[in-house]
């Protein structure tokens, strides 16, 4: 088991003829498993809000979406990618999603990978992305716990997966073992942008994040290919588990809403990297400053989040205009090698 106490950071166990019905620590800290079967290693202290995460309406429609097959080829690509990071034969493997939302990739990892000694688990900060999860795919550890505060043992993840999650750099170094890899999910420069050219004036396309800090770079692969939504209700999930729901015009969301069909790109780049042993990292906080204009008013409201925040790149500077999304940062190399599905 890879959990740590969340108060006092020591080891987190199941006591003997518990049943796994509570988690303990050395230093008598207890956690109960939820009827769902996930556990809530999120103090109450560490919230910014009543109900931190998406909502149970997005989770459901991101869940009706991914199981209808659509991102299929990410998955298949991931499965490959991980796969030739653990090996066949490697004993113990520790994969753990870090925004593991309603759980669809970890557990279709699991399945996958079928490793004879794999261990998943996936944390997010949404309680009820932890019910969805913990439901459908009990053979997996879910948890409530901050991306940037992990409740996870030093050095004891093989694998840490982050699809579209934001998250703190120093902690994921610190949790993944010497010869371990973060993998990390960002969109591609064409990702959902026919969905861009409706939602705003001047459309932009996503610009890849750099290599973090403390990180060297593996592998970069780029899955991209055609996705044909053949009708309003095949339509409407992917708009509703996305941030576009409230972004660009009124008009142009009203329009997705009521198109009986679309065809969209879909364009995904998973980046692997190493831990460098000669970085030191400072702690870094994911802090996204926004500008957006209000449609009535067309005044111009900021705002600073410093937390869990789901941005599309991991600590950037985002402007958002009536216009596209600018993020602002380098761009790293092209991906090396690419899957593309006609």
Known sequence: MIWSCPVCKAPLTVPLNAEAKNLVCANGHSFDRAKQGYFNLLLANKKNSQNPGDDASMLNHRREFLE?????????????????????????????DVGCGEGFYLASLQQGLALPSLHCAGIDIAKAAAKLAARKYPSVDWAVASSFQLPVLDESVDVLLRVFAPGDVQEIVRVLKPQGHFVRVVPGPE????????????????????????????????????????????????????????????????????????????????????????AIVEPVMETVV???????????????????????????????????????????KPAKKAFTFD
């Open 191 to 278: 990702h959902l942008f026919e969905f861009k050219e409706v939602l705003y004036r001047r459309a932009v396309r996503h610009e890849l994040p750099a290599t973090p800090e403390g990180f060297l770079p593996v592998d970069s692969i780029e899955v991209k290919y055609p996705i044909s939504l053949e009708s309003n209700q095949a339509l409407r999930p992917l708009l509703n588990m996305t941030p576009f729901l409230w972004r660009g015009k009124r008009e142009g969301r009203e329009m997705l809403l009521q198109a009986e069909r679309l065809d969209v790109t879909a364009n995904f780049v998973i980046q692997v990297y190493s831990v460098d042993p000669l």
């Open 68 to 96: 209808a097959g659509h991102y299929q080829p990410l998955v298949d690509a991931l499965q490959k990618t991980i796969a030739g990071l653990v090996g066949p034969d490697t004993e113990n493997v520790n994969i753990l």
């Open 290 to 332: 926004e500008t957006k204009v209000d449609p009535e008013t067309e005044v111009k409201v900021e705002s600073e989040v410093a937390t869990e925040v789901e941005p599309e790149a991991e600590a950037v500077t985002i402007t958002e205009t009536e216009t596209e999304t600018e993020i602002i940062e380098p761009i790293v």
